[in-house]
């Protein structure tokens, strides 16, 4: 079993508005990244959502997922990979590994998560704009060091010698207005 952990808790200021809820055709950024990582296998999918973020609104139609809060979202993506973790730690599931993924790269599919999940023992990043990055795999064997990880570059340094499986339109991802244009222009 390899669980997914859905990194939410940003704070979308560059956007102006809360990203998790912004609609690309039918759904919200944050219900494709759900609906994509039940659909791939992930079990269980936990959500990291910071403080006070009202996320239900942005779930509405998917289902096979569990909201965890951030409560230190303010130091970045680091505390919510620790979050996550410490949450598959302390569940009963034993999860081999963990494929931690971002709500706002509308171009991942289920089919890219499951190549990443066949990374075994291995670290398997996605390779995009010629750099390694989320989603990306993590066996057990590390998390100890995802617990580890401090400040706003996430697992960058875990991901730097990591097995890449390409993924294309990966350099997309929703931070600006622009941005967001550009999504719905490729993905509704």
């Known amino acids: 079993m390899i669980a ?7 704070a979308s200021r560059r956007l102006g508005e809360a990203k998790q809820g912004v609609r690309l055709g039918s759904e919200t950024l944050l219900e494709r990244a759900v609906r994509v ?9 936990l959500v990291v959502v ?6 239900e609104n942005c ?3 998917v289902e ?4 965890v809060v951030n409560e230190a979202a303010e130091e970045g993506m680091a505390s919510s ?3 996550g973790v410490g949450a ?5 599931e034993g999860a081999e590994g963990v494929v931690v993924m971002a709500c706002d790269q509308p171009a991942v599919t289920a089919e890219h998560l499951r190549e990443l999940m066949a990374g075994g023992e291995e670290i398997v ?9 989320v989603p990306a795999y993590f066996p057990r064997r590390v998390f100890g060091e995802l617990m580890e990880l401090r400040g706003d570059v996430g697992a960058r340094e875990l991901l730097r010698g990591a097995r890449c499986v390409a993924l294309v339109g990966g350099e997309l991802d929703v931070d600006t207005v622009e941005e967001l244009e550009r999504a719905r222009e490729l993905f509704g």
Request: proline letters at 2%; aromatic letters at 4%.
């Open 4 to 10: 997914g952990i859905v990194l939410a808790a940003g």
């Open 37 to 45: 990582a039940v659909a791939a296998g992930l079990e269980p999918v």
């Open 50 to 55: 910071s403080a006070g973020l009202v996320v």
């Open 59 to 61: 779930l509405a139609r």
């Open 64 to 67: 096979g997922f569990r909201v």
């Open 81 to 83: 990979i620790r979050v």
């Open 88 to 92: 598959v730690c302390a569940g009963e």
């Open 125 to 133: 990043a996605s390779g995009y704009a010629g750099r390694r990055g």
